[in-house]
């Protein structure tokens, strides 16, 4: 039952994600930072995509992907064509992964320990699909606020 729930709030807000980072009309508000506002469109899109590619895609998938997190909030200057292309790849490994866990899986341990406690892999993709909607709001914001 979980699943398919997880399967649509990904699909639905990466797709968002990808119109976000694609509704900006100037490609360098996309990097910018203001005051209080110390991490851009870019490098939130870039943490995400880099977030979901290494605890679905290399812990649950086996995709091999390896996440330099760092660059993630330090990479500038990386095309707009390029960040909606890695949307889109991340889309397709979600989907993947998605598609080979069992229900009973989910309530299994999730492979390794992110937070204090052990926690079951239904609640980290719970927490991750969060996640990716709590930076998509601050994405969206960034925009209507910096991208003049």
């Known amino acids: 039952m979980l699943i ?10 990466l797709n968002k994600l990808k119109n ?4 900006y009309k100037n490609e360098d508000s996309l990097w910018r930072t203001d005051n209080e506002i110390s991490n851009s469109g870019g490098n939130l899109c870039l943490h995400l995509t880099g977030n979901i590619n290494a605890f679905i895609g290399t812990t649950l998938a086996n995709t091999g ?6 660059l993630e909030f330090s990479l500038k200057d990386v095309p707009k064509a390029d960040l909606i292309e890695q949307i889109a790849a991340t889309q397709r490994m979600v989907e993947d992964a998605l598609n080979q866990l069992s229900e009973k899986s989910l309530s299994e341990e999730y492979p390794i320990r992110v937070f204090k406690e052990k926690m079951t892999t239904g609640y980290f993709l719970t927490h991750l699909a969060t996640h990716l909607t709590y930076h998509l709001g601050q994405i969206n914001y960034h925009r209507r606020l910096l991208d003049s």
């Open 4 to 13: 398919p729930i997880l399967q649509q709030l990904f699909k639905r807000d």
């Open 20 to 23: 976000e980072i694609g509704s």
């Open 65 to 70: 992907y390896v996440r330099q997190r760092d």
